[in-house]
């Protein structure tokens, strides 16, 4: 059966880094895009960025865009978000998750059809 595994979450000052990292098991890696949202309390799961399954296309949500950096190495099955310059209200819930789709940019939480437990990140003023 599929399997999504995140890691990396923690708690980080404002400013600082943070790479989360999605292992994923169970399925055809290459062959599907896969992308990474997050869930504060409270608030609906927001897209923030999406990576096709060849790694060759990107796109990001107007939040994270030129702070947050997607990618993936297909021969390990995994996938990779690069947070710099971290801000108290990027604090949330982080879920990676496997598109639908191959090759399309999917922004959209049906879009995707399997997720992560998710990895808890706080940063903290």
Known sequence: ???????????????????????????LFSSWAMGWFRQAPGKDREFLAVITGSGGNTYYGNSVKGRFTISRDNAKNTVFLQ???LK??????YYC?????????????????????????????
């Not at 599929?2 to 989360?20: F, H, I, N, W």
């Open 97 to 125: 998750g496997q598109s639908k789709y191959r090759d399309y940019l999917a922004g959209n939480v049906y879009e995707y059809r399997n997720w992560g437990q998710g990895t808890q990140v706080t940063v903290s003023s």
């Open 1 to 27: 059966q599929v399997q999504l595994v995140e890691s990396g979450g923690g708690l980080v000052q404002a400013g600082g880094s943070l790479r989360l990292s999605c292992e994923a098991s169970g399925f």
């Open 88 to 93: 108290p209200a990027d604090t949330a819930v």
């Open 83 to 85: 947070m710099n310059s």
